[in-house]
């Protein structure tokens, strides 16, 4: 079992900045395929970011490329999410998510943290 913690999230203006931190729980954090996923208001909850076991391999949804930047400490079993140079439209709930599978979907992602509110000022 894992259970994900959520923080960081918050008011920010655009052009600012945040950083999300997700703290895991569970002995197999190292092995687990981390990433972000956000939802706002009436929409679907899309996919922003993962990163795999080691920290070598990274993907990222278009629209975030070059502004956000996902790591993980494997040792203080943690995963983050730094969110440079954001737009009104990165408005959502963040949500962490963790999975044994790569193929990372929301469909079939088994761990979801509660969510984080980030909030996005013109």
């Known amino acids: 079992q894992v259970q994900l913690v959520e923080s960081g999230g918050g008011l920010v203006q655009a052009g600012g900045s945040l950083r999300l931190s997700c703290a895991a729980s569970?002995?197999?954090?190292?092995?687990?395929?981390m990433g972000w996923f956000r939802q706002a208001p009436g929409k679907e909850r899309d996919f922003v970011a993962g990163?795999?076991?080691?920290?070598?391999?990274?993907s990222y949804a278009t629209s975030v490329k070059g502004r956000f930047t996902i790591s993980r400490d494997n040792a203080k079993n943690t995963v983050y999410l730094q969110m440079n140079s954001l737009k009104p439209e990165d408005t959502a709930v963040y949500y962490c998510?963790?999975?044994?599978?790569?193929?990372?979907?929301?469909?079939?992602?088994?761990?979801w943290g509660q969510g984080t509110q980030v909030t996005v000022s013109s």
């Open positions: 990163i795999n076991w080691s920290g070598i391999s990274t």
């Open positions: 998510a963790a999975d044994q599978s790569t193929i990372f979907l929301k469909e079939s992602i088994k761990y």
């Open positions: 569970g002995r197999t954090f190292s092995s687990f395929y």
